[in-house]
T-cell receptor
């Protein structure tokens, strides 16, 4: 099955700076990579995803890059704001299910 | 976009009683739904896959008799925690996606506290 590793586990950034979270996956056949944001006491919310036929996707301040050769993908948040503080999870397909990374707690310091 | 509704958001029950959690896909049909359990500061742990019209598929180590799953329609799956004990206290979350899509949407979660 798919094994997803996520780093770092915690990330503290100054407001306005960028945050980068990296995930690696094991199954070279995986073709879909979503990122979820989870706020305290809530369910995860899909914030961006990428398919294996592209190398980068952007949506305003967030972007995801994919390196299929190295089997890793990254989430980039630019111009961070306090409301970006949350736990972020990457995921990759595991048959019809999703395998999740361990999560990254992002804290944006004002 | 796809919306998944989960109820209740919070529930407190006494040891030995059963609790039912509902997961509904509001604007799409879902032949498959997923139930997760999440411990504090941990990732999502898949408990089972709920299949419309058939038996659920449980992950290794999950007691099927304790966590009963019913997926009687294309828009509703329920998770019943039977004979609940304090160790069952946790955050339970469901997810679903339109057929053929990996874009899973999650419910808002249910905080279960067993006293």
């Amino acid at each position: 099955g798919e094994n997803v590793e996520q780093h770092p586990s915690t990330l503290s950034v100054q407001e306005g700076d960028s945050a980068v979270i990296k995930c690696t996956y094991s199954d070279s056949a995986s073709n879909y990579f979503p990122w979820y944001k989870q706020e305290l006491g809530k369910g995860p919310q899909l914030i961006i995803d990428i398919r294996s036929n592209v190398g980068e996707k952007k949506d305003q301040r967030i972007a995801v890059t994919l390196n299929k050769t190295a089997k890793h993908f990254s989430l980039h948040i630019t111009e961070t704001q306090p409301e970006d503080s949350a736990v972020y999870f990457c995921a990759a397909p595991n048959d019809y299910k999703l395998s999740f990374g361990a999560g990254t707690t992002v804290t944006v310091r004002a | 976009g796809a919306v998944v509704s989960q109820h209740p958001s919070r529930v407190i029950c006494k040891s030995g009683t059963s609790v039912k959690i509902e997961c509904r896909s509001l604007d799409f049909q879902a032949t498959t739904m997923f139930w997760y359990r999440q411990f504090p500061k941990k990732s999502l742990m898949l408990m089972a896959t709920s299949n419309e019209g058939s038996k659920a598929t449980y992950e290794q180590g999950v007691e099927k008799d304790k966590f009963l799953i019913n997926h009687a329609s294309l828009t509703l799956s329920t998770l019943t925690v039977t004979s609940a004990h304090p160790e069952d206290s946790s955050f339970y979350i469901c997810s679903a996606a339109p057929s053929g899509s990996y874009g899973y949407t999650f419910g808002s979660g249910t905080r279960l506290t067993v006293v």
